[in-house]
């Protein structure tokens, strides 16, 4: 079972906020806590923070099962353009540049690998019929 953390209105920019995405996406949340933590990159500390949120909302979940046990991994992060504050910096000759102060919203969804991975079945009896008819003409 899958469970969803959002952070909405970080001010940060999306382009920034999607190289660390982009390192932890697939892999398993411990391997995806150190990358966060030993980052120098200024968002990975609230990312840090949303991806701890997002096993706490799958513990709740999953009451009575255990992190360790299910394997958790990152199955899906995104990052999305928010809020654009517009500013006006003054410029030569009576002109202003506008500043565009961006921020993003982050969805990141965690999942068990355990669940994730369909049971191997038996081939059906049709299907081994079919195959040794094939071989047998």
């Known amino acids: 079972m899958e469970a969803v953390a959002r952070l909405r209105n970080y001010p940060s920019s999306p382009r920034k906020m999607r190289l660390l995405a982009d390192l932890i996406r697939g892999k398993d949340v411990e391997v995806a806590l150190n990358i966060l933590k030993f ?8 990312l840090e923070k949303l991806l701890l949120s997002a ?4 513990r709740e979940k999953n009451q009575g099962e255990r992190v360790e046990d299910a394997k958790l991994y990152v199955k899906t992060i995104f990052v999305d353009g928010g809020r654009t504050l517009k500013r006006l910096r003054p410029a ?3 002109r202003a540049y506008r500043i565009r102060k961006r921020s993003n919203h982050v969805t990141i969804v965690v999942d068990s ?3 994730a991975q369909p049971q191997a079945s038996t081939p ?4 081994t019929e079919t195959v040794s008819e094939q071989t047998a003409s």
């Open 124 to 127: 059906s009896a049709s299907t």
């Open 55 to 58: 096993i706490a909302n799958w």
């Open 92 to 94: 030569p000759q009576g």
């Open 113 to 115: 690998a355990l669940a």
């Open 39 to 46: 980052n120098p990159k200024h968002p990975s500390k609230p």
